[in-house]
């Protein structure tokens, strides 16, 4: 029992033996069953990525898009029709590179 565990973990079946389709078939049987929620998976949104809680990368184009003067409610309200959540952001601070040109903005929101 000890020795087929060992072998098992670590993967010691040669191809074409059973032991080693079985393994196969559980790995596709987690992958294609696995809830996303496990891996707390975040929607893919274009021009702008999800960093952490409230925190977000927006391309410079994104920000570029709106008018100065109404930026912050209506990026707010795209990253709330992109995520599903309500986020009302509260600044938008450029990130500039070493030749100081900017390469995106962080966003935060309550």
Same mark, same amino acid.
């Given at each position: 029992?000890? /020795? ?7 993967? =010691?079946? *040669? @191809? ?8 196969? +078939? !559980?790995?596709?049987?987690?992958? /294609? ?7 707390? =998976?975040? *929607? @893919? ?8 809680? +409230? !925190? ?55």
């Amino acid at each position: 029992m000890r /020795a087929g565990l060992k072998r098992l973990i670590l993967w =010691d079946y *040669p @191809r074409g033996v059973w032991q080693y389709d079985v393994m196969c +078939g !559980v790995i596709l049987v987690f992958i /294609a069953f696995t809830p996303k929620a496990w891996f707390r =998976d975040q *929607p @893919r949104i274009q021009h702008a990525s999800q960093i952490s809680e +409230g !925190v977000f990368w927006l391309e410079p184009e994104l920000v570029a898009s709106f008018p100065e003067a109404q930026r912050l409610p209506a990026l707010g309200r795209f990253l709330t029709e992109r995520t599903g959540k309500k986020l009302v952001l509260t600044r938008v601070e450029p990130i500039f590179d070493s030749e100081k040109e900017i390469k995106g903005y962080m966003a935060f929101s309550q």
